[in-house]
């Protein structure tokens, strides 16, 4: 963080999550989790905040250690996997967590995952490479169709890695408007409410599509570090510094004033 001058770090736990079938397992290893967390912000306050892992798809235990994260703990959001057991956020299942969560007003993470449909490809390729992005979009597209955006107002949610395909498909998915239902202000609407990261995406071909979008107070930097190595924390910073899409407000929104907007603990 110090060799790129990056002041804080939100920190979350990615792919493969912590469901492998075993509820009990998964609850208890959300809880190692999440306190591992929030001892790491208390040695370093201002260098590190934390979304919290939830036991999912358990609710009612998800619901628990919501309630303990963010209100004992005192962690900073929530942390989605964009599929859970071939579940995407959106499926009834989740209903009453996210009308909890939008009682909050919490900032949610989403972060993709490999889909289980990936283990009935015949593709000899990475799940990261291309599933992970695909998963990102099926999970938006499923938040914005279930009505789930239109019910929870006050969630804030960051997608990953640029949104995924979401900006590039942004007209596509909203044609589904025609024969579907759940977004009553229109489906481009609420893709622009989103907040997006820049990890591994901080390049002009996804860095033009996502500014087509949305405002540059919705954009925010995103490193993927340590899942990524640091020669692309590197290339992350680099790409938005010389993105001659952005001028130095711009920059500056995305490298750290748009995240306090979202974390005012770090001001």
Sequence with gaps: MDRHAIAT???SISEPGIFFGDET???????????????????????????????????DASLRELEYALDTLKLDGVVLLSSVDGRYPGDPLFHELFIELNKRKAVIFLHPTVPAINRELKLDLPSFLIEFVFDTTRA????????????????RFIVAHAGGTVP????????????LSGVPQGALTYL???????????NP????????????????????????????LFMATQGIQNFDGFDELARKAIERESALALFPRFK
Excluded: W
Excluded at 29 to 51: D, H, K, T, V, W
Excluded at 140 to 155: A, F, I, K, Q
Excluded at 206 to 214: G, P, Y
């Design 192 to 202: 622009k409410q989103l907040h997006y990261d820049t990890a591994l995406s901080a």
């Design 9 to 11: 770090a939100i920190t």
């Design 25 to 59: 397992f998964a609850r208890d290893l959300a809880r190692r989790c999440n306190e591992f967390s929030a001892q790491l912000i208390q040695e370093y306050p201002q260098r590190f905040g934390a979304f919290a892992i939830l036991p999912l798809p358990n609710i």
């Design 205 to 232: 071909n996804a860095l033009r599509s996502l500014q087509a979008l949305v405002d540059t107070s919705h954009i925010h930097f995103g490193s993927d570090y340590p899942f990524a190595p640091e020669l692309a």
């Design 140 to 155: 938006v597209t499923n938040l914005l169709y279930s009505g789930t955006l239109e019910r929870c107002p006050d969630l």
């Design 168 to 179: 590039f498909l942004a007209y596509r998915i909203s044609m589904g408007q025609i024969m």
